[in-house]
């Protein structure tokens, strides 16, 4: 009975231990990359604002280290505006193929030297 007990006793600390030990990975986790802003469903994620303040630092020979938080928010609402314009320029829906048609008609008539028989040549780029 004492030799089952001591089993049973054995069994509850092993299975203790065994269930902090996954509470511990499970909570300990890595934070690769965290979300700093949310642009009509895009996310702009913490590296992004680093690759946008150290270009910044770059371009203009500072250390981005010292950047301050006035200078970071302004480079987060640069990385918003640029989302915000490419979101407008991407077309909801596209071109009817007629109105693409037209307009290849049209930049043909611009450009009269480069004939549908040049397919291929670098003036084309594979229009016809």
Do not use: W
């Given at each position: 009975?004492?030799?089952?007990?001591?089993?049973?006793?054995?069994?509850?600390?092993?299975?203790?231990?065994?269930?902090?030990?996954?509470?511990?990975?499970?909570?300990?986790?890595?934070?690769?990359?965290?979300v700093?802003?949310?642009?009509?469903?895009?996310?702009?994620?913490?590296?992004?604002?680093?690759?946008?303040?150290?270009?910044?630092?770059?371009?203009?020979?500072?250390?981005?280290?010292?950047?301050?938080?006035?200078?970071?928010?302004?480079?987060?609402?640069?990385?918003?505006?640029?989302?915000?314009?490419?979101?407008?320029?991407?077309?909801?829906?596209?071109?009817?193929?007629?109105?693409?048609?037209?307009?290849?008609?049209?930049?043909?008539?611009?450009?009269?030297?480069?004939?549908?028989?040049?397919v291929?040549?670098?003036?084309?780029?594979?229009?016809a």
């Amino acid at each position: 009975m004492k030799l089952r007990r001591i089993k049973i006793g054995r069994d509850c600390a092993l299975g203790t231990l065994l269930c902090l030990a996954l509470s511990a990975c499970a909570f300990g986790g890595q934070i690769v990359d965290r979300v700093v802003a949310n642009v009509n469903g895009h996310v702009v994620l913490q590296s992004d604002l680093e690759q946008e303040i150290a270009f910044e630092a770059f371009s203009i020979g500072r250390n981005p280290d010292v950047f301050t938080a006035d200078e970071r928010k302004t480079a987060l609402d640069r990385l918003i505006d640029r989302e915000l314009l490419r979101e407008q320029v991407r077309p909801s829906q596209p071109a009817p193929a007629d109105q693409v048609a037209s307009q290849v008609a049209a930049v043909r008539k611009l450009y009269p030297l480069v004939r549908p028989t040049q397919v291929g040549t670098p003036f084309c780029n594979g229009l016809a």
